[in-house]
């Protein structure tokens, strides 16, 4: 599976941002793919996840209402977007997009084991 990032930069608080990640190579009809992000000093979190299977979704509690996931599925492509609104400096980090497939259901929770790693984005968030 090969993931390519795009989006993220420099925004005002209370601005907004779009990531995106095209998603290609899976060999499963089951997956998940997720956005995770790292603030310098602070562990990995899940931000936001979702099944490729039913499209269920898991939102971190500090993103919900303000962060949107969404994927288009082409022939041999699913790209997954992340809209971010209301930004704050807080949200400030490296955000991958990361995924895993396999025989088995893959819910959209970001608990999952994810298999493979996106080079990451900055998204920085000016007060």
């Known amino acids: 599976v090969q993931l390519v990032e795009s989006g993220g930069g420099l925004v005002q608080a209370g601005g907004s941002l779009r990531l995106s990640c095209a998603a290609s190579g899976f060999t499963y009809d089951d997956y998940a793919i997720g956005w995770f992000r790292q603030a310098p000093g602070k562990e990995r979190e899940g931000v936001s996840c979702?099944?490729?299977?039913?499209?269920?979704?898991?939102?971190a509690k500090s993103v919900k209402d303000r962060f949107t996931i969404s994927s288009d599925k082409a022939k041999n492509t699913v790209t997954v977007v992340l809209q971010m609104n209301s930004l704050q400096p807080e949200d400030t980090a490296v955000y991958y997009c990361?995924?895993?497939?396999?025989?088995?259901?893959?819910?959209?929770?970001?608990?999952?084991?994810?298999?493979?790693w996106g080079q990451g984005t900055q998204v920085t968030v000016a007060s």
């Open positions: 979702l099944s490729g299977t039913d499209d269920s979704t898991y939102y």
């Open positions: 990361a995924a895993v497939e396999g025989p088995e259901y893959y819910s959209g929770s970001c608990e999952t084991e994810y298999d493979y």
